[in-house]
């Protein structure tokens, strides 16, 4: 049990000492197998010892569990948990005795501890009833602040996961599966821990699309975002923009704009049909790729293409939102700040500009991953009005940074 086992590294021990109320002689002791597995890891290393696989535990926990809920009982895992036994050896347990209690009393305390030896040592889990909503399934958070959960996959297996990237008090689907943990061990040929992953991975999915539909409902309140589902929009200030709160778009669609000068503020916002992790995944960004006559400024390939792009494009990180209406400046005078790849598709049509002359410019949101525009989520166009005067000052400041 790879993921519930604390003991693996020493940044997981520490945090264990601090996180997790122990005596001083489980506090000696457990600091004394700390050095024995940091010794034993330096000494492989070097080519001077091997890590052993633990022997199996010959015994498990004596008593016997059952609740109303079903969950309580004996499970097999597939890899299990490594302990010290009585006599100071490390042994491996695989057969492991689950008890649940949802009441205490008048109170519901909804409470799992999982017994992994003779003696009754045991790890403690709590069930997460937002968690447990979004999955519909039972979902149980270890009670210290790691990420490490138990998802029950179908009645009598549950799956562990852990998170090593974050402490939040929620699943964010990039989770991984180390164990497997059934009441018919027959299962365990059924659920290895690729087929328990890509298990976890469509409960999250579908969780995930049942909320959007969801959110996206309530969503549909509000004017601004009803009316431009899909649509990138453009506004002369971000304060147009509700910008200080997530999904909750009270900007008045009256101020959004069509026309602008070119060389004067603008910015732009966009209204998604699904947040960018569900049509995605959890580790893609928000794009935006410009185009003008042919001409195309895409920030993240700009921002891939150098390490002197890379300084001027910042990644959109995804912000799991279906509204991207904080503002994103395309020109602000006040912060002297442009989008790079912005004005780089200005500035490649700058040869074609003419005093008072319009020029159409279609903006595109992709959700990208690993560099790759994998869906288009939104699009808009607007009309710049060619003004040299107000261009000067934006053209030489790229210039320079350009063809420096």
Not at 87 to 110: C, E, H, P, S, Y
Not at 229 to 237: A, E, P
Not at 265 to 286: H, M, N, P, W
């Amino acid at each position: 049990m790879k993921l519930i086992n604390l003991f693996k590294t020493a940044t997981l021990a520490t945090a264990m000492l601090c996180a997790v109320g122990v005596s001083n002689d489980a506090n000696a002791q457990f600091g004394k197998k700390l050095k024995e597995k940091l010794a034993k890891a330096a000494a492989a290393a070097e080519g001077g010892g091997q890590n052993k696989e633990p022997k199996e535990a010959t015994e498990s926990y004596a008593e016997d569990f059952t609740d109303d809920t079903g969950t309580s009982g004996t499970y097999t895992a597939i890899d299990g948990v490594d302990f010290k036994n009585a006599r100071g050896a490390m042994r491996k347990q695989k057969t492991l005795k689950m008890k649940f209690v949802g009441r205490d009393g008048d109170k519901f305390v909804n409470k799992l501890r999982v017994y992994y030896s003779k003696d009754g040592k045991s790890y403690g889990f709590y069930l997460k009833d937002k968690e447990s909503k979004k999955l519909d399934t039972k979902v149980y958070r270890y009670d210290s602040y790691q990420s490490i959960w138990m998802v029950e996959v179908e009645p009598g297996v549950l799956i562990a996961l852990e998170n090593k990237t974050t402490h939040l008090d929620l699943l964010r689907g990039d989770e991984k599966v180390n164990d497997v943990f059934a009441k018919d061990a027959s299962k365990l040929e059924v659920y290895d821990i690729e087929t328990a992953q890509a298990k976890f991975e469509q409960m999250m999915n579908k969780g995930a699309a049942e909320a959007d539909k969801k959110k996206q409902a309530q969503l549909m309140e509000y004017k601004a975002y009803k009316e431009n589902v899909g649509k990138v929009v453009f506004v002369d200030s971000y304060t147009r923009f509700n910008y200080k709160y997530g999904d909750k778009p009270k900007e008045d669609p009256k101020n959004f704009i069509k026309t602008r000068d070119m060389g004067d503020d603008v910015f732009l916002g966009a209204y998604l049909k699904e947040r960018i992790s569900t049509s995605c995944g959890s580790d893609c960004q928000f794009n935006l790729v410009y185009e003008m006559n042919g001409k195309k400024g895409d920030r993240v390939a700009l921002r891939n293409s150098s390490a002197k792009w890379n300084k001027m494009i910042s990644a959109k990180k995804n912000m799991n939102y279906f509204c991207y209406n904080s503002g994103h400046q395309m020109i602000s005078s006040r912060e002297n700040i442009i989008d790079y790849a912005f004005m780089y598709t200005l500035y490649q049509n700058k040869a074609s500009f003419k005093e008072g002359q319009t020029y159409k410019m279609t903006v595109k949101a992709f959700s990208n991953n690993d560099g790759n525009n994998e869906e288009q989520i939104a699009e808009g166009t607007i009309n710049f009005v060619y003004k040299a005067k107000k261009m000067d000052k934006w053209f030489k400041m790229f210039r320079e940074w350009y063809e420096e």
